[in-house]
Structure formats: C-alpha cells, structure tokens
C-alpha cells in the first residue's frame, strides 16, 4: 500500500540574512502549521443605481502563515528577533520528506566539494545522502547534513545548520564511495514574510512552546 502522505515531523522554520543569496539560520522546529490563505480586499461601490450589491476588488492580501514551534532561546532565534525589527526578510520551511526530489552528486575528496547540478539548494538547508552501492567514508546514510552553498552547481555539507551557515563543522571524507550517489532533497517552501507575533504556551524541555505568525508579503513558493 502507498500513501500520498508527507512526513513534516522535525519541520525546520529559517530566515534569511538577507546577503546575495541568502544564508538561513534555523530559527525555531516546526510542530503545528497553518498555511496562509491569499483574498482580495474590497471597496463597496453600491450605488443608488445598483441592482445588488457591488465592489471593487482592491490589493491582495496573502494572508499569515501561523504556527506552533519548540523555542529553544538560541543565539540564532533571539539574534533573529532583535535583528529582524519590522523588515521583511526570505524565510523557508524546510520539510523532511528527504527524497521528495534527487539529484545525483559526486565529491571531490582532496576538496570535499559536492557537484550536483542545477542544485537549487540554499545555505542551510538539510538534505540526506545515500549510493547505489557505498557512500564516500565519512558519510552515514540516514544522517542529515547542512549544505553550505558555493553556486548553482557545488556546495560543502557541515553537520550542523549553524556550522553550514558559518562554514565551521564542516563534513569531510577520505574517498568518493562506489556506485551512484543521490542527493535526497526534502520539499522546501519559500517565504518572503515579516515576523509579526511569538506568543509562550506551555514549558518543554530544554525550551518552550512558542506560537508564531509569519505575514506573507510575497509570493510562497514550494520547491
């Protein structure tokens, strides 16, 4: 039996910093989303001459992306909120359904640069690995690494989004495997957004429940 069920436990919610292309800092885990719903405002224009009622549709609103996430006070989210002001900035949700899209990859080991062509990955993004027969030493398939961008086609993979986005822990191997390497890439959705609202709810530990609201001012776009 299949299922057209997507996995969105450990759901990833990161903002850009705003430098060409961005870099995203994980700012909170995801536990409960509600997507955005886009309508039209509108201006009545019902007049003595009307039959019914009438209106003029106006801008677009896109709505708010609300949510629940475990807030952990790291330097990350509360650097992010201090930062972030009233300015909106590109945010994503990275979802961990790896292998919603593939590309095949291969690594250079005296550098330990990945190619996968026409990536489309960002800095700090989590992707997986895994090989027709055996993965370069040094990588464990199952296990999510960070990429760290270099442009369209290469990129480093660093153990934590942290070090992806400070290019430190960076993952390194000692051979370029056997067979064919796929790049598992889980689904990501692309925000433009302004931080509205962090609202505290019950204690967990190591951090707190915390309920959020992202305003869409751009296009949401999944990839």
Request: proline fraction near 4%.
């Amino acid at each position: 039996m299949t299922t057209a069920a997507k996995t969105s436990f450990k759901t990833l919610l990161q903002w850009g910093d705003g430098s060409t292309p961005d870099k995203f800092t994980t700012f909170a885990e995801i536990t409960e989303i509600e997507p955005p719903n886009q309508e039209a405002g509108e201006i009545d224009a019902t007049s003595h001459d009307s039959t019914a009622e009438e209106a003029i549709l106006t801008f677009l609103n896109n709505g708010s992306i609300t949510g629940t996430c475990n807030y952990l006070y790291t330097a990350a989210q509360t650097g992010a909120e201090a930062g972030l002001g009233s300015t909106a900035v590109s945010w994503q949700l990275c979802i961990p359904n790896f292998g919603a899209r593939t590309k095949t990859v291969t690594v250079v080991e005296a550098t330990d640069v990945f190619t996968a062509t026409t990536h489309g990955l960002t800095t700090g993004q989590p992707i997986q690995i895994s090989s027709s027969v055996t993965l370069p030493a040094g990588l464990t398939a199952g296990t999510t690494y960070y990429v760290r961008r270099i442009d369209a086609d290469t990129f480093t993979l660093h153990t934590t989004n942290a070090g992806a986005v400070a290019n430190s822990a960076q993952q390194l191997v000692s051979d370029t495997g056997t067979g064919t390497h796929t790049l598992q890439i889980g689904n990501r959705l692309d925000v433009e957004g302004l931080f509205k609202a962090r609202q505290f709810t019950s204690p967990l530990k190591g951090g707190l429940q915390a309920k959020f609201t992202l305003k869409v001012t751009g296009p949401v776009v999944l990839t």
